[in-house]
T-cell receptor, first 113, second 111 residues
Framework: QKEVEQDPGPLSVPEGAIVSLNCTYS??????FMWYRQYSRKGPELLMY????GNKEDGRFTAQVDKSSKYISLFIRDSQPSDSATYLC?????????????FGTGTRLQVTL | DAGITQSPRHKVTETGTPVTLRCHQT?????MYWYRQDPGHGLRLIHY???????DKGEVSDGYSVSRSKTEDFLLTLESATSSQTSVYFC??????????FGSGTRLTVV
């Protein structure tokens, strides 16, 4: 079993829909949780960063972490065609050399007109 | 990507030949990482560095070596390329727990 599980999709939604992307994990030492967005043939770019449990909002994006369930989510409101990309969750146990991130396999999102 | 560049962007090489990929940063970040990205596997850590001449193995390090003689450069070498090393390789940098900045990737094909 992988340390981080993520549904690969693809997920196809109409423009304006609310999108929910999720990851589950097994390592209870993870404390830092991130979401990256990757456009085709580009490197991943950091989208959201959360420490420990709770919610964080940035514009149309909301990240949620539930450490008791080992479950994290990314919500995209009013989705746009420009949101079409692969979304990768990533997590880490702490600082120093432990700052290595473990990634999910990514969920491919397609927002259609 | 600002502050981090990878070279070459594309490479085709023959089985059994050595290959070196270069990652160069201008951010003076302490940590540098090499990942490979493959369908169904996502990003997997090959090697990482936490300072000049300080490197360690990741989860898929067999067949790869790295060197970091300067803060700004992190080299990944495939000692004798095999077809299973056909992949997209990403370099990333970070400073503590502020998240990674990734390069644009190197698309490597081993024939």
């Amino acid at each position: 079993q992988k340390e981080v599980e993520q549904d690969p999709g693809p997920l196809s939604v109409p423009e304006g829909a609310i999108v929910s992307l999720n990851c589950t994990y097994s390592n209870s030492a993870f404390q830092y949780f991130m979401w990256y967005r990757q456009y085709s043939r580009k490197g991943p770019e950091l989208l959201m960063y959360t420490y420990s449990s709770g919610n964080k909002e940035d514009g149309r994006f909301t990240a949620q972490v539930d450490k008791s369930s080992k479950y994290i989510s990314l919500f995209i409101r009013d989705s746009q065609p420009s949101d079409s990309a692969t979304y990768l969750c990533a997590m880490s146990g702490g600082g120093g050399t432990a700052s290595k991130l473990t990634f999910g396999t990514g969920t491919r999102l397609q927002v259609t007109l | 990507d600002a502050g981090i560049t990878q070279s070459p962007r594309h490479k085709v090489t023959e089985t059994g030949t050595p290959v070196t990929l270069r990652c160069h940063q201008t951010e003076n970040h302490r940590y540098m990482y090499w990942y490979r990205q493959d369908p169904g596997h996502g990003l997997r850590l090959i090697h990482y560095s936490y300072g000049v001449k300080d490197t360690d193995k990741g989860e898929v390090s067999d067949g790869y070596s790295v060197s970091r003689s300067k803060t700004e450069d992190f080299l990944l070498t495939l000692e004798s390329a095999t077809s299973s090393q056909t992949s997209v390789y990403f370099c990333a940098i970070s400073e503590g727990m502020d998240g990674y900045t990734f390069g644009s990737g190197t698309r490597l094909t081993v024939v």
